[in-house]
């Protein structure tokens, strides 16, 4: 068992610049997409909170003010129907 064995790693060649692009790319495409996803997962900010409060207080007073007279809707005279013979 006299057999040598060729333990060296194999000859791997250089990337090129475009697998290199290629490659940075990539990590800041799944970058961006963490971004996003954690943008949605975290909950808004106190200042978006304190903003919406007064929008919905202005909702409410909105909703309790009388409105206007409502337009009188037509009705249609219902068609008789032709007598059986």
Do not use: N, W
């Amino acid at each position: 068992m006299a057999t040598e064995l060729d333990l060296s790693p194999p000859d791997v060649p250089e990337p090129t610049f475009l697998e290199s692009v290629l490659r940075y790319g990539l990590f800041l495409g799944a970058l961006f997409q963490l971004v996003c996803i954690l943008a949605i997962i975290i909950p808004s900010s106190k200042a978006h909170d304190q903003e919406a409060e007064p929008h919905d207080m202005r909702g409410a007073e909105q909703s309790r003010k009388p409105k206007g007279p409502l337009p009188q809707v037509r009705q249609k005279p219902k068609k008789e129907s032709k007598k059986k013979r």
